[in-house]
């Protein structure tokens, strides 16, 4: 399995960017996705989830109405959203893939078996 995720990059406080994670080797379409972050410093944490079907998400209450997560099964991709920036946004984001297929959510790290390389992202205020 790979994930390789992308579009990261230096924004401006309030602007927004999208992240992709493009994902091979295993069927996409039955498993929910994550996105993590880790800030310097601190611990990877849970920013959305994405249910297999694409039917349930879940978020951070950190980023709830900023950030939205999607998926195109066709393409076997990932997105986030993330709209209204802040620095403290600031982090290496991650995509991960759902250890098992058809659960109905998964929030916490040790549900995710693969991950991306991360892409960064960094907010100036």
């Known amino acids: 399995v790979q994930l390789q995720a992308s579009g990261g990059g230096l924004v401006q406080g309030g602007g927004s960017l999208r992240l992709s994670c493009t994902h091979s080797g295993r069927t996409f379409s039955r498993y929910g996705m994550g996105w993590f972050r880790q800030a310097p410093g601190k611990e990877r944490e849970f920013v959305a989830f994405i249910s297999w079907s694409g039917a349930t998400t879940d978020y951070a209450d950190a980023v709830k109405g900023r950030f939205t997560i999607s998926r195109d099964n066709a393409k076997n991709t990932v997105y986030l959203q993330m709209n209204s920036l802040k620095p403290e946004d600031t982090a290496v984001y991650y995509c991960?893939?759902?250890?098992?297929?058809?659960?109905?959510?998964?929030?916490?790290?040790?549900?995710?078996?693969?991950w991306g390389q991360g892409t960064l992202v960094t907010v100036s205020s």
């Open positions: 991960a893939v759902d250890r098992f297929a058809y659960r109905p959510i998964a929030t916490m790290k040790d549900q995710y078996d693969y």
